[in-house]
């Protein structure tokens, strides 16, 4: 039979494997929220850039597709 001080070392080294592996999943977890939150925000940020410079050019004659391609020499 194990000595009371012995079992207590070994429940603590469990419990803190146990709590160590928590903290791991845990920021794991926040790690992914945060990288799909700053994906979201860069596309926000780009939506943001279209549209002041739709607003920039508001009024302004477009050029279609076709002529861009045709002046650039782009196929």
């Known amino acids: 039979m194990l000595s009371s001080s012995a079992e207590s070392e070994i429940v603590e080294t469990f419990m803190?494997?146990?709590l160590e592996q928590k903290?791991?999943?845990?920021?794991?977890?926040?790690?992914?929220q945060l990288a799909?939150?700053?994906e979201e925000l860069e596309d926000l940020m780009d939506y943001l850039d279209l549209l002041e410079a739709r607003a920039k050019d508001n009024g302004k004659?477009?050029?279609?597709?076709?002529?861009?391609k045709r002046r650039y020499a782009v196929k």
């Not at 903290?23 to 992914?32: A, P, S, W």
């Not at 004659?61 to 861009?68: D, Q």
């Open 61 to 68: 004659a477009r050029l279609s597709h076709e002529i861009v």
């Open 23 to 32: 903290i791991i999943r845990t920021v794991r977890q926040k790690r992914e």
């Open 36 to 38: 799909a939150v700053r």
């Open 16 to 18: 803190t494997k146990t």
